[in-house]
């Protein structure tokens, strides 16, 4: 049974930083791809970074130059967040996908924001003004 265990949300105010991780365990694929969700109330699931497997990432127009996707070797995801805005107020989801995933379109459309294999329970952020 593959696990995937989120934790590092919490509440901050604008300007401010956390960081996610997202630890995983009970799988054995050679290669996967990781990937950060978010959902706000009320509006859609979206991608916000993805990493595939050999090791290129994508990140969300509105997150780039303030959000880091990277890995361990020990299968942990994880998210910085620096300079967070109140719009970055969301649910955080962790996915894990062994099959081929466009990064790209990932991030940027509504493509895979719920077909993939594999999701943790979700943390939450939020981000005052």
């Known amino acids: 049974q593959v696990d995937l265990v989120e934790s590092g949300g919490g509440s901050v105010q604008a300007g401010g930083s956390l960081s996610l991780s997202c630890e995983a365990s009970?799988?054995?694929?050679?290669?996967?791809?990781m990937g950060w969700f978010r959902q706000a109330p009320g509006k859609e699931r979206e991608g916000v970074a993805a990493m595939d497997s050999d090791g290129s990432t994508a990140y969300r127009e509105s997150v780039k130059g303030r959000f880091t996707i990277s890995r361990d070797s020990a299968k942990t995801l994880y998210l910085q967040m620096n300079s967070l805005k109140p719009e970055d107020t969301a649910m955080y989801y962790c996915?894990?996908?062994?099959?081929?995933?466009?990064?790209?379109?990932?991030?940027?459309?509504?493509?895979?924001?719920?077909?993939?294999?594999?999701w943790g329970q979700g943390t939450q952020v939020t981000v005052s003004s």
């Open positions: 996915a894990v996908d062994p099959r081929p995933r466009d990064i790209e379109r990932v991030v940027s459309t509504r493509e895979g924001r719920f077909d993939w294999y594999h």
């Open positions: 009970g799988f054995t694929y050679s290669s996967y791809c």
